[in-house]
């Protein structure tokens, strides 16, 4: 789908979670284009620096960004970046938190410390953001939303819902939390996020 000609406002989000949480495959699930994705095939020259042993069918890694788009409207255009799991690429993060309105931070519940990093970076930044529990077909029960909450020190006031990454009404369900996370943020007299979610609102609908 090419991008409109009357498009003139670009809002961003990005989507960070630790090594093969789903972000890849989040953005390709609501994206409205082909996604841009910078994945490569996981080799022997990983071994010792990557830790896939909880992913094991994990064949692909990002080593940059993924990059989606939703057309909101005939003027007004959101850009979803997915951020790279690694550590070894996290310094791409500030550049990909440049400009972004908000964020996703997605977590398995099988893996919740790889979550506390993106937090903190988040909480660095000043960053709004919503926690988005990807529930894979785990066998057995699964840690509860406030068990989660719990593990991960998230105060009330953050957002957090569950999610299948490959459907894309269920994605699109995490980014209208995030569009009324900050539209709340906004209309709050003690804001101190620096832009408005105004345009944001269509992704609501």
Known sequence: MPLRRTARDALKIVI????????????????EIRPLSTEEVMTK??????????????RTTTVAFDFGRISL?????????????QKRFWFVWDQLFSGS??????????????????????EHHKMPFVVAVNRFDEPGPQPSL???????????D???????A???????GVLITLVRHLTTLHDSPASASPASPAAFQEAAQ
């Open 16 to 31: 960070v979670g630790g090594f093969g949480v789903g972000k890849t495959t989040m953005v390709g699930s609501i994206s």
């Open 158 to 164: 953050v957002p957090l819902v569950e999610c299948d």
């Open 73 to 85: 409207d005939d003027h007004r255009v959101l850009y979803l970046f997915g951020a790279p799991g």
């Open 101 to 122: 309105l908000g964020a996703v931070v997605l977590v398995d519940t099988r893996r919740l410390e790889d979550s506390f990093y993106p937090l903190d970076r988040l």
């Open 45 to 58: 020259a990983g071994v010792g620096i990557d830790d896939p042993s909880r992913v094991a069918d994990k």
């Open 146 to 156: 406030e068990q989660v909450r719990d593990a991960l020190s998230l105060t009330g």
């Open 166 to 172: 490959r459907l894309r009404d269920s994605c699109k």
